[in-house]
């Protein structure tokens, strides 16, 4: 295994090399610049998963690494001509099929950038045969945006051959007499804490520890502001646009901020309530349409291939149709998060939050402790949407699926609001469940939606004069693909809806909720 020290600072590579020069056989290569880029997740996905990805580039020649922290290789060397920015840049290959489900669709972002100048020096044995290398480096801290440029610690890194054990152990215990340190981590985790980069410190998680007898309208206050945290941390990745899941968080932190504030009853006076419920349902309406175009390319390749295989290239126009509007949306979003309505918005709404509460607040449930009131909401949105589903039958409008989805999402937002009151075990159980059936009545919404949206498309595409007749058949046979999926969402229903109503689920929703109170 290799093995990394910290080369003292009273010690220059030169001295150290001499001094080597007199105790081994030696053999210098030409020494090297490399350029070595640490990418990840703006979430850190790969680090989350046990491992790096490093872009060594030598000259224009770029070389894939991804590795394990502690070291260990998960695929072999990828080369390339151009580093990557998403999974599907890659080649077909191991490389690719092992990093898709991991990394998704969100663009690789360089975390750390290093210069190091290498010299790679051969040790021999009396046969002149090489037993082990060792590397000298001189590392820098390259500048980026928000990262100044800086000197890193100079390194000797030790690689040994197999099945030559031996001389790779002298060669440590060399290093070490020379006042050689092992390294306490890795180049780019001692870069990262250089830079204040925290891997794995951005989730979209609400991940709160709220104290049960806390203020209901403190307690509120503290969910809405990591809301806010969520939705600034997406900001610029959204308005840069590349990577969609930006915009995606962006979103769901505003349709949670906009559920807090009318499900957790009576905690704020109403004209609060009203001002932002205003000003965040117009936030999400600016959002929207981006968004909804990202959701249909991002589906594009599944569209397609759910098409006959001599019909797959008539739907190209569509493709083309979607970036264009997409890239016209976008322009309006940027718009809105340049305009003073939305600073305005973000401004003042930080100031309430981090205003004290009125502890003299007359409202119902502002001074009760938050796990009361988080209790009594969660009950009786449960109820509700048993009351629903319960009234559901194969002949109900799609109306009713549709208001059933609206309230399981409330109680779902809810239960994750005040996750950290009940026992995790329980709570993250029934949450569980609940996805289920909200994965399913999602499922049967996006398929109407998307539905009524692929034929809105095909008018526009006609109007705009830009469509062929053989691309208006693929795409009418991509709407009757849909509507099956969507009839099979419906005939699930009752399965995943029987679940969920199940008479032990609700016994347990009643003692963790109904009882707390």
Known sequence: MRTEFIIPENLCLEDLQSVLEKKTRLHGEPAQTIYRTYYDSFDWRLYQ???????????????????????????????????????????????????????????????????????????????????????????????????????????????????????????????????????QGDLMQTALSLTGQVPGGYSSKLGLQLDPDMRADQATKMILHRLLDIMLENEDGTRIGTDTEFLHDFRVAIRRTRSALTQIKSVFPKRIIDRYKAEFAWLGQMTSPSRDLDVYLLSFDVYRDSLPEDMQADIEPLREFLFRHQKIEHKSLLKALDSARYRRLINSWRQFLEDPVNERS???????????????????????????????????????????????????????????????????????????????????????????????????????????????????????????????????????????????????????FASSR
């Open 49 to 183: 998963d046990g491992s790096l990805l490093e872009d060594t580039r030598i000259n224009k020649e770029h070389t894939l690494v991804w590795q394990g922290l502690k070291g260990k290789y998960r695929c072999p060397r990828l080369r390339l001509r151009a580093a990557p920015r998403f999974v599907w840049d890659l080649p077909q290959g191991p490389f690719r099929g092992l990093m898709e489900p991991v990394l998704e669709m969100r663009e690789l972002v360089p975390k750390v950038k290093i210069r190091s100048r290498v010299t790679s020096l051969r040790i021999l044995n009396k046969d002149k045969k090489t037993v082990a290398w060792l590397a000298l480096e001189e590392n820098t801290l390259m500048r980026q945006k928000g990262i100044r440029s800086r000197k890193l610690d100079d390194r000797a890194v030790v690689i040994p051959i197999r099945g030559y054990s031996k001389p790779g152990k002298e060669l440590r215990n060399l290093l070490r007499k020379q006042g050689l340190v092992p390294t």
């Open 362 to 512: 007359t409202l119902k449930n502002a001074g009760r402790p938050v796990n009361e009131v988080a209790s009594e909401r969660i009950w009786r949105v449960y109820r509700r949407a048993i009351r629903e589903g319960d009234a559901i039958t194969t002949e109900s409008p799609a109306d009713d699926l549709h208001e059933l989805r609206k309230t399981c999402k409330k109680l779902r937002y809810l239960m994750e609001f005040f996750q950290s009151l009940y026992p995790g075990g329980e709570i993250k159980s029934l949450i569980k469940v609940l996805k289920t059936l909200q994965d399913n009545l999602g499922n049967f919404q996006d398929y109407e939606v998307q539905v009524a949206t692929l034929k809105e498309f095909s008018h526009q595409m006609v109007a705009e004069g830009m469509v062929p007749p053989d691309t208006l058949l693929a795409m009418g046979m991509l709407i009757d693909g849909l509507e099956r999926r969507q009839h099979q969402a419906r005939e699930e229903f009752a399965g995943r809806y029987g679940g969920f109503s199940a008479q032990d689920h609700q016994d347990r929703f009643r003692q963790l």
